[in-house]
């Protein structure tokens, strides 16, 4: 038996025993085992598709190279040492049965738990069958290894996101025939440029899914609707263009996961999925909800000076020329004076050439006469629209430590956002998984938030945001009473 004695003294064991209602995890994750996870490759590909994944995996050519190689080609930092070294900590991360009964020290009495080793597993830039055959055996694991414990604990299912056909057709098999209940995609994916596709390192940019992107995702979303499925995203950005220091890993990683984090929530906000699925849940993983305070404002002052409406104010061809013409002859001097009339085709520096006409004429005639409204999609008629689509359905993964948390609950700031405690248990940020919620709470203890406002960061808002749309979800778990509870004194849900 394992020596659990120094879990009696858990700091945040004694937090719970305080609270008047349960925590969830929304977040925590645990280190596949590498053995078990082949067994079921093998399985589901064969001897070959384990030899290619194990290829893939490899993170060694970083040290292969010189200093001078890894700036001359830009290669990203490899990471090192992110996994815990106490023993048991590691154990209980990697085995389901000592995570089980361990959590009451951690203070936790749910935990739903997403993937390490799968994490990249669902738009890794490898063939359709390796990658297809990746997810399909990591969930198969998870279903199998977190069964006999489903009252305290549910894995997600890794969803495979590089096309939309790949992705319905594992959403559907981990929710109908592995009866798993969270899932888990990529909110971007890096592609290569369609017209550079050939070369031997094509350039790449980023798909967001949504906007402009290349392949329709429309029916992913009516599918997890239709399932009853909340969309979690874990997308990161290390590796984009301002995130490969060849020599820095923390240059990396700081705020990594709330650029990808704000590339997928804006697109999906622009380009309208949440004004045609209000009723399906987003929640945004790690990058704690700080961007997201800035994203709202930002696009509420946006749509003030940018929407069809304030741009229609902007119409170069409603300045009197006539006016501007005199104004420059009586006030530019030996410098403007004499050339007031030629100013007149330099009045926007971005077209330099082109008069007030021809400016509101190239862009008209783009749109078919009309002028773009970047907003449209998105059906905003006033600030409150903005609040709606950003807040009713939105949720935000913040992690224990991170103060910034306090800010959605901040009566100077709070429009309605919604963070929800992930512990990131078995990660190199929890070097002592018995202090998680020990951790959160002292933003309870330092006066920034309020027990109230603990509750719904630890309990409501997680609650909401799965059983908000399975109402099943929490059934046959140690806090489906409060869920059921929780969720009748909350009918907007």
């Known amino acids: 038996m394992a020596d659990l004695s120094r879990d009696e003294a858990s700091k945040s064991r004694r937090v719970r025993e305080k609270l008047s209602h349960p925590v969830i995890d929304g977040d925590g994750h645990w280190l596949e085992p590498y053995p078990v996870f082949l067994d079921y490759l093998r ?110 604990m549910t894995p997600v299912a890794v969803i495979p996101m590089l096309t939309p056909e790949e992705a319905i057709d594992e959403v559907d098999y981990a929710v109908n025939e592995l009866h798993l209940k969270a899932a888990m995609i990529m909110g971007t994916v890096v592609r290569p440029i369609p017209t550079y596709a050939d070369a031997a390192r094509p350039p790449t940019f980023v798909d967001n899914l949504v906007l402009d992107q290349v392949y329709d995702y429309e029916p992913l979303w009516q599918k997890l609707l239709d399932l009853k499925i909340a969309v979690t995203t874990h997308s990161g950005s290390t590796g984009w263009s301002d995130r490969r220091s060849s020599t820095n890993d923390c240059f990396n990683h700081v705020g990594h996961f709330a650029e990808a984090n704000h590339t997928f929530a ?115 008629s006033n600030e409150g629209d903005i609040l709606e689509r950003f807040t009713k359905s939105s949720y935000f993964g913040c992690e224990a430590d991170d103060p910034m948390t306090a800010l959605a609950f901040d009566s100077r700031f709070n429009r309605g956002l919604k963070p929800i405690f992930g512990s990131d248990i078995a990660h190199f940020d929890v070097s002592d998984p018995t202090m998680v919620l020990h951790e959160a709470f002292e933003l309870v203890d330092d006066g920034l938030i309020t027990d109230r406002d603990f509750e719904a960061f630890t309990f409501g808002n997680i609650a909401e945001l799965h059983a908000g749309m399975n109402p099943d979800f929490f059934r046959g778990t140690v806090v489906e009473d409060a869920v059921t509870a929780h969720l009748e004194r909350s009918p907007d849900a």
């Not at 060694?60 to 990471?79: K, L």
């Open 43 to 152: 399985d589901v590909g064969g001897k070959a598709m384990v030899a290619a994944f194990l290829k893939s995996r490899s993170q060694s050519a970083w040290y292969e190279m010189t200093p001078d190689e890894r700036v001359a080609t830009r290669t990203q930092r490899s990471t090192r040492w992110v996994f815990p070294s106490d023993a048991l900590d590691r154990a209980t991360v990697g085995v389901p049965a000592l995570l089980n009964e361990r959590l009451d020290a951690f203070g936790i009495d749910f935990s739903i738990v997403y993937p390490t080793l799968g994490l990249r597993s669902g738009y890794f830039e490898h063939p359709s069958d390796l990658r297809r055959a990746v997810c399909r055996a990591h969930n198969k694991m998870s279903a199998d290894m977190f069964a006999d414990y489903a009252d305290r």
């Open 266 to 380: 804006r697109a999906l906000f622009f380009s309208g999925v949440t004004y045609r699925y209000p009723q399906l849940n987003f929640a945004f993983l790690e990058g704690g909800v700080g961007w997201a305070c800035n994203l709202l404002n930002d696009l509420i002052g946006h749509w003030h000076v940018r929407s069809a409406e304030a741009l229609a104010r902007m119409n170069p061809s409603n300045m009197d020329t006539d006016v501007l013409q005199r104004l420059y002859e009586e006030y530019g001097g030996k410098f403007l004076a004499h050339r007031a009339r030629e100013q007149l085709d330099y009045l926007d520096l971005a077209y330099p050439g082109l008069d007030a006409a021809a400016n509101t004429k190239k862009d008209l005639d783009a749109h078919g006469g009309e002028i773009w409204d970047d907003f449209g999609a998105a059906h905003i």
